[in-house]
């Protein structure tokens, strides 16, 4: 996606952090019976909105870069190694259970089958009438 897709205004298009609560409302409550000064209550939301949103894009400018340059590689590598190191190792390892698969049936069919059948036609002389 090209810098010009992006949506400048939903960056949250998914909602994989609609989780997080940053609003004054979700953090700072009083209760009916104990609660401050006017002033006090709209100051503290007006100072807790401030920093909250100054102090982000700080962090943001400072270490959002890095943070997601290394995001990036991470991710690619991920896909490097499922590209090129997992799906083909899952591939073999599924070729071979094929052969384990038979070589099971095959055990399975000679030896367990015909003790099954063994023990099941002595146990079939006790039938209930």
Not at 104 to 113: A, F, H, K, M, R
């Amino acid at each position: 996606m090209a810098t010009g897709d992006l949506d400048l205004f939903n960056r949250d298009p998914n909602e994989i952090n609609s989780h997080i609560k940053v609003a004054f409302e979700d953090v700072l409550a009083e209760p009916d019976g104990i609660q401050s000064n006017t002033c006090v209550w709209t100051l503290s939301n007006l100072c807790f909105r401030f920093w909250r949103s100054c102090t982000y894009k700080l962090m943001t400018l400072t270490c959002g870069m890095c943070i997601a340059m290394y995001w990036g590689i991470e991710f690619s590598y991920i896909a490097f190694m499922h590209i090129w190191y997992v799906t083909p190792y899952l591939r073999i390892l599924e070729i071979n259970c094929v052969s384990c698969q038979k070589i099971y049936s095959l055990c399975i069919n000679c030896w367990l089958v015909p003790f099954c059948e063994a023990c099941g036609s002595i146990f079939i002389h006790f039938r209930r009438n």
